[in-house]
């Protein structure tokens, strides 16, 4: 069959680029033209046909699940790993705290400061990170502490925890998470220790901080720090998460009812002032909670498994 010169010539610049590997200067010195001229040429190549790119991986479409979710909430990172609705949720968890892990790993910076709220996810995440180096990173809660009898998921030993991982300093929030009613909450914070922690809370570097869907079932339930009274409260109020030290509407705005008035810690309006906020979620059922978060502009960085992904979108 007889192709005309420009189709030939289009034919050899692609083979060269796609094929041989070289570069559009080296492929423009060969042929006589600008490398302009290589780059239009290419272009045209993809439009009309000639051309079509695949990427060969099974990663291609958790990958561009995150660049869909960067693009439509103005985020700076975010990784998805992939699941589905047979993985068992621990062991997708699992996976998302490990990816969680890797990210902060290659974050560590000298000097830098990192905050801390609580829960099941952190705990994971704190497992799965190697043991290094860091004297100068200095760690702090965000929020304030749960009861001992549930120490694994509280917010000084997460802390303490990390800071044994990256041999750095950390620091402690001698406070309760939820106070047991709102006039212990108010002279609380009216108190110097809280002022201090909370105000090393506001100026760290580098936040990670758990999601919780109240109206479902979040660490606060688990661990029976709401009662039945309280779940009508947040169901009445339109609550639709919690994180921090706020339950949250579906505009990201801390709702201020009488529970999270009690709780103790930064309110979601104090991420906004925080340069890189991690936010770690797992299972369809977090979208609710995750998605006003996003929309209020809480959050840069995101590490999600694919089901929660999808809801997101």
Not at 51 to 78: A, F, M, P
Not at 135 to 153: A, Q
Not at 256 to 270: A, C, P, Q, T, Y
Request: glycine share 6%.
């Amino acid at each position: 069959m007889k192709i005309s010169e420009d189709r030939r010539k289009m034919l050899k610049v692609v083979t060269m680029y796609y094929e041989q590997g070289l570069t559009q200067a080296t492929i423009a010195k060969k042929i006589g033209v600008s490398r302009p001229v290589i780059s239009k040429i290419l272009q045209q190549s993809r439009e009309n046909g000639m051309v079509t790119i695949s990427i060969k991986d099974e990663s291609v479409y958790t990958v561009n699940l995150g660049l869909q979710l960067e693009e439509k909430y103005q985020l700076k990172e975010v990784i998805v790993v992939a699941s589905n609705d047979n993985i068992q949720t621990e062991k997708a968890q699992m996976e998302v705290s490990k990816a969680a892990a890797f990210y902060l790993e290659n974050q560590l910076k000298p000097a830098m400061s990192i905050g801390l709220s609580w829960g099941t996810t952190l705990a994971d995440m704190i497992d799965a990170i190697p043991y290094s180096s860091f004297p100068t990173i200095n760690i702090c809660p965000l929020v304030g502490g749960v009861s001992s009898e549930h120490l694994y998921y509280d917010t000084n030993h997460l802390v303490f925890r990390l800071s044994e991982k990256l041999n750095c300093q950390c620091q402690y929030f001698y406070v309760p998470a939820l106070a047991e009613n709102k006039q212990l909450a108010d002279t609380l914070n009216q108190t110097q220790l809280l002022g201090k922690a909370l105000s090393t809370a506001k100026n760290v570097d580098f936040a990670i901080i758990g999601v919780g869907n109240p109206n479902e079932r979040s660490t606060w339930q688990k661990l029976g720090y709401l009662e039945a009274k309280d779940i009508e409260i947040i169901k009445k109020t339109g609550v639709k998460g919690d994180a921090v030290a706020s339950l949250f509407d579906k505009n990201g705005q801390t709702v201020n009812n009488e529970i999270s008035e009690r709780m103790l810690g930064l309110k979601v309006e104090d991420l906004i002032n925080i340069p890189n906020v991690m936010v770690i979620g797992c299972g369809k059922e977090k979208a609710e909670s995750i998605k006003p978060l996003l929309i209020g502009k809480k959050c840069s960085i995101l590490v999600v498994d694919q089901l929660l992904a999808e809801g997101l979108l």
